[in-house]
């Protein structure tokens, strides 16, 4: 039943005022999704051109004439092999960066605000009725209103890679000692043996830097990053015009409403690893980590989510804690000790049969089964 609530398209310029909403809505969605917010939006117009950005947002209607924001999706306009050369939406609007391609939705009105933006691009003779969600979380009840707005609107939804993403979600009566033990099972003392032992190598500190001040110290961020192996091939944001520009004012708009935060683990004064963040609604997203290669035997990854975990316990724990982690990535690097299903999602909307866009996931599937393949049996000859 979605008589209620209208949708409408917002102009990427124009959402830059809607960070009060936006905030509002996250409070009342149970997935607030960062990424979707007028922060994110903004810096992504350093690299996404404006007219290929489509922001939904849908209104419920309410008592007097007034409307209520009631759900928030920002898309990209997409043609590429990824999609099959097919027209296509895709979010995020950056997925090499961003985490998750969920909408924001207001928790009493989930489905319907769902089925209705599904709707809206169904009958819109101007926007492709492909979209392409390469970071999905495939449970919870963001996920549970897409897959029946897809039922509802005869479309076809289809998975490719599929993981597990680390995420933290505080129990009750937590505390940083119970909450790692539980994390961590039997590997428990070996990882605090590890983490402890980095003290008879030197003096180790933590520090927490948020909003102006985690602004100010992002260089030093770019720069242990490019300090690695990201820098000698060219990877490392610091050695990307683009990338830096993009990070630079998403680091100044979330630090702007205090939503951003450095942590740095150090040794004797020297950053050993350091992890930038974002927050929504009581929630915590992690961006990106850098470590200094030459500590690795001191698993300084690792070490440092330990470290940020007692700091979270010492305060108030996020609701939830998202580690952001892709397919690619070993889960047993950090120790938070949930996991949420992920995948690489299709949706041909109004298509119940597969097309090209599920022809070149598979192939792209093939491919990177075929190179673990390879990597792996060049493991063995050099072994």
Known sequence: MTSGIVVRRVR??????YGARFAALAARSREPNPHMSPAAVSAARVLVPEDRIVILAAWLSEALG???LA???????KRDWRTGFAAALTAPLMPLYEVSSLPVLDADQAQDVMQAMLRHILAAGDLP???SLPLLPLEGPAFAALREGCRATGSRLSTSERWQRPVMVAQPGDDAERYLRRALGQSYKKRMQQFRAIARHGTVSFERLRGAAARDALPDFLALEASGWKGKAGTAIARLPQAGAYFD?????FAAS???????LRLDGRPLAMGLLIESAGTRHFLKIAYDEEQARHSPGRALTIAMLQADFAGT???LFDSGAGDGVDAGTYVW???RAMGNALIRLGEPEPGLPEGAARLRQGLRALRARLQRKRAKTVA
């Not at 990427?12 to 005022?17: E, G, I, S």
């Not at 205090?258 to 740095?264: G, R």
Request: hydrophobic content about 40%.
């Open 249 to 253: 004012s998403l680091a100044t708009q």
């Open 12 to 17: 990427a310029a124009d959402y830059a005022a």
């Open 66 to 68: 007034s409307e209520r």
């Open 317 to 319: 724990p996020p609701a």
């Open 129 to 131: 009725r492909t979209l």
């Open 337 to 339: 000790g949930e996991r």
């Open 71 to 77: 759900g928030l999706w920002a898309l990209q306009r």
């Open 258 to 264: 205090d939503a951003l935060q450095l942590d740095t």
